[in-house]
């Protein structure tokens, strides 16, 4: 227990540059696997990920079909994070802040900002400074 905590009262525990930048330090040399469902985060985990990236469909695939590959199902994102003890990360479209928004009280580890889904604003990309992730 520490016997002065008021002296790291300032230092915050999420979100800072130096939390974000340790774990992705944490992820390199890693696998971080594409997951569709809780099966699939389970086995990814049991195989040494260090990560699992939850996906609904492969957004390539949705986009070619003509769809707009947008962020995942926040149910089935929230039963993956239940499911498994290493980091779950997952995917806002570029520039849809409401998304990263929604993501980060899911309560992901990682929000990836991607160019795979389809964009929601062309110019733009999320100011992610103020993000806790």
Known sequence: MLTRPHLFEHIPLT???RVKRGMAEM???GVIMDVVNVEQARIAE?????AVMALERVPADI???????????PDMIDAIIAA????????????????A?????????????SEV?????YINHIDKWNFTV
Not at 46 to 50: E, F, I, L, R, T
Not at 64 to 73: I, P
Not at 117 to 121: F, Y
Request: glycine share 12%; no cysteine.
């Open 15 to 17: 979100g800072s540059s």
């Open 27 to 29: 992820l390199k040399g």
């Open 46 to 50: 049991d195989a040494g990920a260090v």
């Open 63 to 73: 986009r070619a079909q003509g769809g707009v590959s947008r962020m995942s199902d």
């Open 84 to 99: 498994v003890s290493i980091p779950v990360m997952a995917k806002a479209r570029i520039g849809h802040f409401v998304e």
């Open 101 to 113: 928004q929604v993501l980060q009280s899911l309560g992901v580890d990682y929000i990836d900002e």
């Open 117 to 121: 889904l389809t964009p929601a604003d």
